[in-house]
């Protein structure tokens, strides 16, 4: 069973920071690329940044310059520093990771609960 933790959601006024952090947990061989993504009210889901395990990266347009996203390969981690954050910045972020099971060894992408970020203007 793998499991994606997430946590450092919160409320936070415009132009605040905010960290959050997401621990893959369970039955894992291998990790490939991991990162987060984002779903506001009545708005699809979008990217807000991956990280690769050899370190290739992706930023979202909705975040970019204000983002930055690394992980701990040996704590299975990945983390998203956001800094001035707008309101419309709210959403329910998502942590993903593309990873391997032990036992099938089969790659399958897995998704966190989601964490709320609130900004208030």
């Known amino acids: 069973q793998v499991q994606l933790a997430e946590s450092g959601g919160g409320l936070v006024q415009a132009g605040g920071a905010l960290r959050l952090s997401c621990s893959a947990s369970?039955?894992?061989?291998?990790?490939?690329?991991m990162g987060w993504y984002r779903q506001a009210p009545g708005k699809e889901r979008e990217v807000v940044a991956i990280?690769?395990?050899?370190?290739?990266?992706l930023y979202g347009d909705s975040m970019k310059g204000r983002s930055t996203i690394s992980r701990d390969n040996a704590k299975n981690t990945v983390y998203l520093q956001m800094n001035s954050l707008k309101p419309e910045d709210t959403a329910v972020y998502y942590c993903?990771?593309?990873?391997?099971?032990?036992?099938?060894?089969?790659?399958?992408?897995?998704w966190g609960q989601g964490t709320q970020v609130t900004v208030s203007s």
């Open positions: 993903s990771a593309n990873l391997q099971e032990m036992g099938t060894m089969e790659w399958h992408q897995f």
């Open positions: 369970g039955n894992i061989f291998s990790i490939g690329d």
């Open positions: 990280l690769g395990s050899r370190g290739g990266l």
